[in-house]
């Protein structure tokens, strides 16, 4: 059974740094691995997808790795502004017994201070 | 272009009834997925649709279902509602399965 988890689960640095936040997960027949960015209760915005023959993705401030062989990926944040506060999720893309399945880690809440 | 609409934004609900949720994919899209998220946790895959056919299935009881029509907009059924079905429930659309766009979702209280 596919896990996907997210280190680390909260996160709080100061306005202009750089950052990393990590998705592992633990079956590597994925199809693509996407990130998110989600603000309190509402829906989730897509940030990068990465398929599975990629090893990287970009979108100006933003950059995601995908190491499918290790079950890594990691998504780089430069110069951070407080508006990048929100939860950041990954999703891999992956087929079972039952057809297509989307499995999701449980977030990771970024704080940036002014 | 209009991004995935979702109805109603918020629901109330007694245990016990039934509730309907309703999603509009993006237009072109033939894929609508629907997931549960539980507050302070990732999303949870519920099901996906394909041109009117399920898809793909998560880990949800029967009494969870859903239908796409032939324009592809989708409705996801919940019976006999209990206060483990509270939730914000999300809708995404896709062409063909690859890169997903969410909704806003539909929040669903159960008393």
């Known amino acids: 059974k596919q896990e996907v988890t997210q280190i680390p689960a909260a996160l709080s640095v100061p306005e202009g740094e750089n950052l990393v936040l990590n998705c592992s997960f633990t079956?590597?027949?994925?199809?693509?691995l996407q990130w998110f960015r989600q603000d309190p209760g509402k829906g989730l915005t897509s940030l990068l997808l990465?398929?599975?023959?990629?090893r990287e993705q970009t979108s100006g401030r933003l950059n995601a790795s995908l190491d499918k062989s290790s079950g890594r990926s990691t998504l780089y944040i430069a110069a951070s502004q407080p508006g990048d506060s929100a939860t950041y999720l990954c999703a891999v893309r992956q087929w079972d017994n039952y057809g297509q399945n989307f499995v999701f880690g449980p977030g990771t809440r970024l704080s940036v201070l002014p | 272009d209009a991004g995935v609409t979702q109805s109603p934004t918020h629901l109330i609900k007694t245990r016990g009834q039934h509730v309907t949720l309703r999603c509009s994919p993006i237009?072109?899209?033939?894929?609508v997925s629907w997931y549960q998220q539980v507050l302070g946790q990732g999303p949870q895959f519920i099901f996906q649709?394909?041109?009117?056919?399920?898809?793909g299935r998560g880990n949800f009881p029967d009494r969870f279902s859903a239908r796409q029509f032939p324009n592809y907009s989708s409705e996801l059924n919940v019976n006999a509602l209990l206060l483990g079905d509270s939730a914000l429930y999300l809708c995404?659309?896709?062409?063909?399965?690859?890169?997903?766009?969410f909704g806003p979702g539909t929040r669903l209280t159960v008393t």
């Open positions: 995404a659309s896709s062409f063909a399965g690859s890169e997903q766009y």
């Open positions: 649709y394909y041109e009117k056919e399920e898809r």
């Open positions: 990465i398929q599975s023959s990629q």
């Open positions: 237009s072109g899209h033939k894929s």
């Open positions: 079956d590597s027949a994925i199809y693509n």
